[in-house]
């Protein structure tokens, strides 16, 4: 039987009518494929923010916008995100055979959840993703991004990076899979401090090191398990772009920060 997740933030994280939708994201993504070198090959694994479009849409393009060239060739996308609203231990499943957006539905990987049964880690929770943002927003630019493609959505909440890692490894796949951690960076911190802090964590993430805390990243969980599998994989993190809420169209004295960065096989990638 078919179960849908619908959208929970659409009409306040991103617009949520479906052409307002589509003309914003191609716009984001049409500005950051022009600033962007261009590379024959696409990164394997994406860190983009998952705050609304009017914040972190510009970051978040700059992730997105490197997916050109392999945009008919990815096929599964791994998406890992913090959970915000619901606590769970481990990773969680939706259960849900698809998920919506104003854009349309994407199917759920029904053969990369079965892949994922045997691992007691993984468990599934449809109360942690109904009301969960930080998955959802990347929704839109992933339809326009990509061609054709399914999904496995994995809200991420008590777990350890060897616990993430172990997930990333067994759904790693290969040119046909892409894996995206959705993080933003520090919370509500004044401008100056912020810009700090953030460059730090980048730093952190530049170097490989899986040591990130919730402070300097929402998403620090998936981000070290991810750091982890990048460095038994060969994989090279490179940074896109880094900025934060007072830079797009939010109060100095209280920013969130948001970087985008990409892993690739090959050691070529934007700085």
């Known amino acids: 039987m078919q ?11 991103y617009p949520g009518q479906a052409a307002v939708l589509a003309r914003d994201v191609r716009a984001l993504l049409d500005t950051a494929q022009s600033m962007a070198p261009h590379h024959a090959s696409a990164p394997k694994a994406l860190i983009a923010p ?25 096929h599964r996308v791994v998406l890992l995100g913090p959970v915000h609203r ?3 231990r ?23 959840q079965a892949q994922l049964q045997d691992l007691p880690q993984v468990v599934v929770s449809p109360q942690a993703h109904a009301l969960e943002h930080s998955l959802e927003v990347h929704l839109p630019f992933l339809q326009l991004a990509l061609d054709d493609f399914q999904l496995v959505p994995l809200a991420v909440g008590d777990a350890s990076p060897q616990e993430v ?26 401008y100056t401090h912020a810009q ?18 919730h ?13 982890l599998a990048a460095a038994r994989h ?38």
Not at 103 to 109: F, I, P, R, S
Not at 199 to 206: C, K, P, Q, S
Not at 215 to 224: L, V, Y
């Open 3 to 13: 179960t849908l997740r619908k959208p929970a933030v659409a009409g306040s994280f």
């Open 50 to 74: 998952h705050a609304g479009y009017i914040y972190s849409g510009s970051t978040a393009a700059q992730a997105y916008a490197q997916l050109a060239p392999a945009r008919a060739n990815i």
């Open 86 to 88: 619901v606590p769970v």
């Open 90 to 112: 481990g990773l969680a499943l939706c259960g849900a055979t698809a998920f919506s957006t104003p854009l349309g539905e994407v199917a759920v990987d029904p053969q990369a």
């Open 165 to 190: 890692a172990q997930v990333l490894d067994r759904l790693w796949g290969g040119p046909e899979t892409l894996i995206v951690i959705s993080s933003d960076l520090s919370h509500y911190l004044p």
């Open 196 to 213: 700090q802090m953030d460059r730090a964590t980048v730093d952190t993430i530049l170097h490989g090191r899986p040591t990130l805390n």
């Open 215 to 227: 402070e300097q990243a929402c998403g620090a969980t998936p981000i070290n398990g991810l750091l």
């Open 234 to 271: 060969g994989l090279s993190p490179h940074l896109l772009g880094l900025c934060n809420s007072g830079d797009t169209a939010g109060d100095l004295a209280r920013v969130v920060g948001y970087a985008a960065v990409a892993f690739t096989e090959d050691g070529h990638a934007a700085h």
